[in-house]
C-alpha cells in the first residue's frame, strides 16, 4: 500500500487514543492505560504513558498489530483500506463507506483496567474513556448521516455484547468477537455494499484460520510487535485464549513480518505469542533447537527483543534455555527484557482446580516452588517481568489467598511487578460471577496491599534501569517518579497504607 499516494478509501480502519500509541517505544507502558482518570490530570497521564503515535497527513507510521492483521487481510481481498489516527479521521471520512475499529478493553471490564478502578475508586478508566470520546466524535456522526458503517472487532469485542445499549446509541452496525480473517472480507464487503450486517458475529471454530489462512502484515506495528503463534495448551478454566487451537508460525512468515518493521526502521520487536518460551513446541516442554532459533533470527534483524508472554513452569523447566535466550537476548544496547507472566496464586489446591496444566510438568503441590525457582531464573538472567496474580475465583478459600501472601513474601526481592487482577469471567468460567471491590476480605486486602508496596518500590527501580543512557531520562526518570508517588499517596490515603514496608529494606541491598 502506497500512503503517500493514496489520499481516500472506501474501508478506513482506526482504534482509539490509547491504543494508537508506541507507549514511548516500551509496550509494557501501556498497561497505564487501563488506570482511571483523575489520580493525575488527563494531559499528563497522557504525556507519560498514551502519547499520539507520529503520523504522516494523518496515517500513523505504526498501528496495533490486530489492526494491522485486518488491514492485511482486506488488502489481499482487494479492498480499498486505509488506516487512520483517530485524531485524524476527519481529513478521510468524506469517501469512506466502513469504519473498523480495534478494540482492546472498550468498557475497562477486563481484569487490569475493572481491578485498578475499584481499587483506586475514581471512574471509568482511559481505556473505556477514549473508546467513547471515538465514537463520539461529531465528525463520526456526520458520517454516520451519510451511511457510514461501524464494524468493532479485536480481543474485547466480547465487551460489546453486554453493552447492547450502548452498541444501538454509538451506532456501531456489527461486532466480530473472535479470530476474523476467515470472515472479515464477507462483513466489510456487505458493508459497502449495503448488505445486511449481523449486529454480532462470534466466530466459531470451524472459522479459525490455519496458518496459511492468516496474513502477514503488510504495514509496521506498533513496537514491532509480532506474532508468532495463536493459542494456548495450558487449559486454564479462567482464560478465553485456550479455547483456541494451538498454531506456531514457521521462521519464513515470521521472517517477513519481521522485514516490514525492519524496512519501517523499527530497530526493536516484542514476540508474541501465550508462551514465547514454548515456540514450536506441541508439549509443555520447551523445544531447545526451535527456541534458539527462532532468537537468533530475531536478532539478526531487530537491536533489542522483548516478549509478549511467557509460563512461570516453562522457565522453571529449562533453565538452561533461559540462560541461552538471554545470551543472545543482551547486549550494550540492551541489560534487561521483559515479559508478562501468570503466576495467579500461591496455592497448591487452587491451581490443582482451576489451572493443573499452567504448572506441568511440575505437580500443583509444587507450584510455590516453582514460582520462586522461576523468579531466581528470570532475576539471573535479567528477565523482568509484568506479573499478575488473581483473587476471586469461585474456588478460591480464605487458606488460598493466605497461601498467596506467604508467597509474596518470598518474592519480595524479585525485581519484578506484580499486578493483583479481581477475577473476571472469561474461558470455561464465562458464567460465573465478577468479583467485585465489596466482596474483599481482610486477607484479600492484605494481599492487595502487599502488591502495592512490591509495586511501588520496583517500579521506582525499574524506572532507572529503563531510563539509563537516554538524553531525556533526567525529565522523564522525574515525572514517572511524581506519578508512583501520586499513586503511592493515594494508596495510603485510601487504604491507609504505611510507607515504609519490609519491601524498602531491600533498597539497602540493591
Known amino acids: 500500500m502506497n500512503k503517500e499516494r493514496m489520499t481516500s478509501a472506501k474501508v478506513l480502519l482506526t482504534a482509539d487514543r490509547t491504543l494508537m500509541s508506541n507507549y514511548r517505544n516500551d509496550e509494557f507502558l501501556g498497561f497505564g492505560t487501563t ?45 480499498d483500506v486505509l488506516t487512520v489516527d483517530p485524531d485524524h479521521l476527519g481529513k478521510y471520512l468524506d469517501d469512506a463507506e466502513a469504519l473498523g475499529i480495534h478494540v482492546m478493553d472498550p468498557f475497562g471490564l477486563g481484569p487490569a483496567s475493572s481491578t485498578f478502578s475499584r481499587i483506586l475508586k475514581t471512574g471509568e478508566p482511559y481505556v473505556a474513556k477514549h473508546f467513547r470520546l471515538l465514537l463520539e466524535k461529531p465528525e463520526l456522526a456526520e458520517a454516520k448521516k451519510r451511511g457510514l458503517k461501524i464494524i468493532v472487532g479485536g480481543p474485547g469485542a466480547w465487551q460489546l455484547r453486554l453493552r447492547p445499549k450502548f452498541v444501538d446509541d454509538h451506532g456501531i452496525d456489527c461486532v466480530i468477537d473472535g479470530e476474523a480473517e476467515k470472515v472479515v472480507g464477507k462483513i466489510f464487503r456487505a458493508a459497502v455494499e449495503d448488505g445486511e450486517l449481523p449486529k454480532f458475529y462470534e466466530v466459531n471454530a470451524k472459522e479459525s484460520p490455519s496458518l496459511d489462512e492468516i496474513p502477514e502484515i503488510r504495514n509496521p506495528s506498533i513496537n514491532g510487535l509480532i506474532e508468532i503463534g495463536r493459542g494456548c495448551c495450558r487449559g486454564c478454566q479462567f482464560c478465553s485464549v485456550t479455547l483456541r487451537p494451538l498454531r506456531w508460525y514457521p521462521y519464513e512468515k515470521i521472517e517477513k513480518e519481521l522485514q516490514v518493521n525492519v524496512n519501517a526502521e523499527i530497530k526493536y520487536a516484542i514476540i508474541h505469542a501465550e508462551d514465547v518460551l514454548l515456540y514450536g513446541s506441541k508439549t509443555v516442554l520447551p523445544e531447545r533447537e526451535k527456541v534458539l532459533k527462532l532468537h537468533t533470527l530475531c536478532k539478526r534483524y531487530v537491536e533489542a527483543l522483548s516478549w509478549s508472554h511467557t509460563s512461570i513452569a516453562a522457565v522453571a523447566a529449562a533453565p538452561e534455555l533461559v540462560e541461552e535466550v538471554a ?40 507450584w510455590p516452588e516453582v514460582v520462586k525457582t522461576a523468579a531466581g531464573i528470570m532475576t539471573d538472567n535479567n528477565l523482568v517481568p509484568a506479573c499478575t496474580l488473581i483473587t ?42 465478577w468479583f467485585t471491590m465489596e466482596q474483599m476480605s481482610d486477607l484479600q486486602m492484605e494481599l492487595l496491599i502487599k502488591c502495592l508496596r512490591h509495586d511501588i518500590y520496583w517500579a521506582k527501580v525499574i524506572m532507572k534501569s529503563y531510563f539509563k543512557g537516554k538524553w531525556y531520562s533526567r525529565i522523564l526518570s522525574f515525572l514517572y517518579w511524581l506519578f508512583v508517588k501520586i499513586i503511592e499517596r493515594k494508596a495510603k490515603s485510601v487504604y491507609n497504607m504505611p510507607l515504609k514496608t519490609e519491601t524498602r529494606k531491600v533498597e539497602a541491598k540493591t
Open 327 to 366: 545470551e543472545l537476548i543482551l547486549s550494550d544496547k540492551q541489560e534487561w527484557w521483559g515479559a508478562e507472566i501468570g503466576i495467579e496464586t500461591g496455592s497448591p489446591e487452587l491451581a490443582k482446580k482451576v489451572m493443573p496444566a499452567k504448572v506441568r510438568p511440575f505437580k500443583p503441590e509444587q
Open 392 to 433: 476471586g475465583l469461585p474456588q478460591e478459600t480464605e487458606d488460598d489467598v493466605m497461601k498467596t501472601i506467604e508467597l509474596m513474601d518470598d518474592l519480595k526481592d524479585f525485581k519484578s511487578l506484580i499486578v493483583p487482577l479481581f477475577f473476571v469471567p472469561l474461558g470455561r468460567l464465562k458464567d460465573k460471577d
Open 35 to 79: 488506570a482511571p482518570p483523575n489520580v493525575v490530570p488527563d494531559w499528563f497521564f497522557q504525556l507519560l504513558f498514551f502519547p499520539p503515535i507520529k503520523t504522516v497527513n494523518g496515517i500513523p507510521v505504526q498501528a496495533p498489530y490486530g489492526l494491522r492483521k485486518v488491514e492485511a487481510q482486506l488488502l489481499n481481498e482487494g479492498f
